[in-house]
């Protein structure tokens, strides 16, 4: 993939004067750095940031692993599965358990579990006081744990990660909720690198044009005659999370897009955190081993500027409901 970078990221410190300035180009991300020990004060501009597909940074995160489970974590990847499209180990809250492990790994299953459950509880106090706008309605979704090599690791075309997209859960519907995502870099020497490219409000018409979004008539009285029915039979997927996985197949089938749509060049540096939603936020990984990931879904009616979110952009286009 060619390096066609409009700009190399530097750090933008939070502060008011600078929130609102920066040289990078329209429609691309700018990196919001913050003192974890001394978090600025306004929360929902922290919020409005993000969900406008900006990245905040946390050069030293404010999530410390102990000693003796960062050795137990960076031991992971000889006891993964051998699987090559086998890339993470998952942490459910909800269910308080873990999966991804392969057999010769479960006797330190307990372990394990007890290691992704307490960096979920405290990322998540962590964010109630710094995106309290979020905090009393957010879902708490997987954690999980990335030891594999993203560097050349083989993957089926649409589970690459070293393709830019944006994020689709192929299995856990959303139905218009934002996919903000806290990662933390626990290895001790190398930096997790990512590309990125335009947000969901430049690109995402383009590909919702390319995945068969048009204004239906037909299409939207059909999607209010079955949800109805759709509801009372169990799971389904809406129209929101069809049209967003499609998005994200075509955005990585795209060979011309991927080899020259300008991109940004991010470094993630050893014992850093950034969040960021990335449902709007277009990015790859390059390389990198070693990382931790929190995930929270955020309602429509939590967020600062839900007419910037996909679902509202989608349905703009539209002009019809793509949620049940």
Known sequence: MPRIYIHREGDTPVSPASASCGSVAPGF??????????????????????????????????????????????????????????KNIAYRPVEDRITGLSGSAHAKSEHLSRILRDYSERVAEFLSSLLTPYAHKWKLDYASYRPIQEKARPARLHARNDLLHFDSF???????????????????????????????????????SAAGLSASSRWEGMVRFIAPLMR?????????????????????????????????????????????????????????QYALE???????????????????ILERVLGRRLTL
């Open 29 to 86: 991300s700018r990196t919001l750095a913050i003192d974890p020990l001394f978090p600025p004060r306004e929360p929902r501009r922290l919020c409005a940031e993000l969900e406008s597909g900006n990245i905040i940074l946390l050069a030293r995160s404010p999530i410390v692993i102990p000693d003796e489970d960062r050795e137990l974590l960076l031991e992971r990847r000889r006891q993964q599965s051998r699987s090559p499209y086998h």
């Open 170 to 208: 192929p299995t856990r519907p959303t139905n218009g909720a934002r996919i903000l995502r806290f990662f933390t870099n626990i290895n001790p020497r190398e930096s997790r690198v990512w590309i990125t490219s335009q947000t969901f409000e430049a690109l995402g018409p383009r590909f919702a």
């Open 232 to 288: 009372l039979v169990g799971p389904n997927r809406p129209p929101y999370d069809e049209f967003m996985r499609r998005c994200h197949d075509l955005m990585k089938e795209d060979i011309n897009f991927q080899e020259n749509t300008p991109k940004q060049y991010r470094e993630f540096a050893p014992n850093s955190s950034w969040l960021v939603f990335t449902d709007c936020v277009s990015h790859a990984v390059l390389s990198g």
């Open 294 to 312: 929190q995930t929270f879904l955020i309602p429509q009616d939590a967020l600062v500027l839900p007419q910037r979110s996909p679902l509202a």
